[in-house]
């Protein structure tokens, strides 16, 4: 039986996969990936537990979808920051986001990528290698914006742009770490406010027009 037939024979009536996903990454996002049991997967995304194997094959092919819908539907306005005009702009904007979108309601907080994987047995690792290369794809985008910045004499001569990309990236994903402990928005947003003075040194200090996230985001 192909994947097609298995997944035609398994869709329950009125199935919105896209809303089942939407369910299914909250729940991953609030337990991760092993702390997320089939009966609370099932029962979020209203299907039973052989509907869920014959429409996504697998636990972890169900998880590997929740985190290319999470990308699609959430992560997305990360990447929308790297039309910022400036280098120091993107930096500042990605952050603010990453502050906003980890502690706005309508979902657990934190970040899936992080919360997905934080205790995984070796019996998992193709679950944190698929977090790993999604954060890495984030922050390989991150860094061809700031080598453009770079080209564009945005950046100090010299910059390590890989090195600066990697900041960016573990300041947001330690933001995401420290609003899944419910650390307060204000709070993050200061640390925020330090962080930028030291990318600063690497920029031509031409602040964002926008400045804080005046509204917060879902990611």
């Known amino acids: 039986m192909s994947v097609d037939e298995r997944r035609g024979r398994g869709r329950p009536r009125s199935f919105d996969e896209g809303d089942a996903l939407d369910r299914a990454i909250h ?32 636990k972890e092919e169900l998880f590997r979808r929740a985190v290319a819908r999470y990308g699609e539907t959430y992560a997305a306005r990360a990447l929308a920051t790297l039309e910022q005009p400036t280098a120091y702009a993107v930096i500042e904007s990605y952050l603010r986001v990453a502050v906003d979108a980890s502690t706005s309601g309508g979902h657990p907080p934190g970040c899936l990528s992080i919360q997905g994987g ?11 290698e698929i977090l790993t290369d999604y954060r890495a794809a984030i922050e390989g985008a991150l860094a061809k914006r700031l080598a453009r910045a770079a080209e564009e004499d945005d950046l100090a001569p010299g910059t390590d742009i890989a090195a600066l990309a990697r900041f960016a990236a573990t300041l947001s994903q330690g933001l995401a770490v420290h ?36 509204e917060p985001h879902s990611w």
């Open 27 to 58: 729940v991953f996002w609030a337990h991760g990936y092993e702390g997320a049991s089939l009966s609370e997967l099932t029962g979020a995304m209203g299907i039973n537990k052989p509907s869920l194997y014959a429409v996504f094959g697998s």
């Open 179 to 214: 609003a899944a402990a419910s650390a307060d928005r204000e709070d993050l947003h200061a640390s925020v406010d330090i962080a930028m003075q030291a990318v600063a040194a690497y920029t031509s200090r031409r602040r964002s027009t926008s400045g804080r996230c005046a």
């Open 118 to 128: 934080l205790s995984n047995s070796p019996a998992n690792s193709d679950i944190s």
